[in-house]
Nanobody, 129 residues
Framework: QVQLVESGGGLVQAGDSLRLSCAVS????????MGWFRQAPGKEREFVAAISWNGGRTYYTESVKGRFAISRDNTKNPPVFLQMNSLKPEDTAVYYC?????????????????????WGQGTQVTVSS
């Protein structure tokens, strides 16, 4: 079974940047879309971004557009990254990497989480004001 491991989280100040990575083991990933979710304390899990199997298409939730960038390089591991710039306190959350069962789909603000077959354990991002 595919295993995902996130890294790169930390404590930063508002306006700073972080780059999250998602390493994959135990299976293939190069034909799958991958995404990032986040969950803040007391809140529901939020879909943040997704990238198609070849990196040709991306999706971002409205609140991170222009600040976050998802990328991937299927020749490397970790293959997927989330560059987070101009971080805000409201970006504070545990960030999860997830592997979709398909190469791409028309994502929305509230995707069906069961479409994502594998999940990482998460990495904490804390943004202080």
């Amino acid at each position: 079974q595919v295993q995902l491991v996130e890294s790169g989280g930390g404590l930063v100040q508002a306006g700073d940047s972080l780059r999250l990575s998602c390493a994959v083991s135990g299976g293939t990933f190069s034909v799958n879309s991958m995404g990032w979710f986040r969950q803040a304390p007391g809140k529901e899990r939020e879909f943040v971004a997704a990238i198609s199997w070849n990196g040709g298409r991306t999706y971002y939730t409205e609140s991170v557009k222009g600040r976050f960038a998802i990328s991937r390089d299927n020749t490397k591991n970790p293959p997927v990254f989330l560059q987070m710039n101009s971080l805000k306190p409201e970006d504070t959350a545990v960030y999860y990497c997830a592997l979709d069962g398909r190469a791409w789909r028309q994502y929305s603000e509230n995707p069906d989480v069961t479409d994502f077959a594998s999940w990482g354990q998460g990495t904490q991002v804390t943004v202080s004001s």
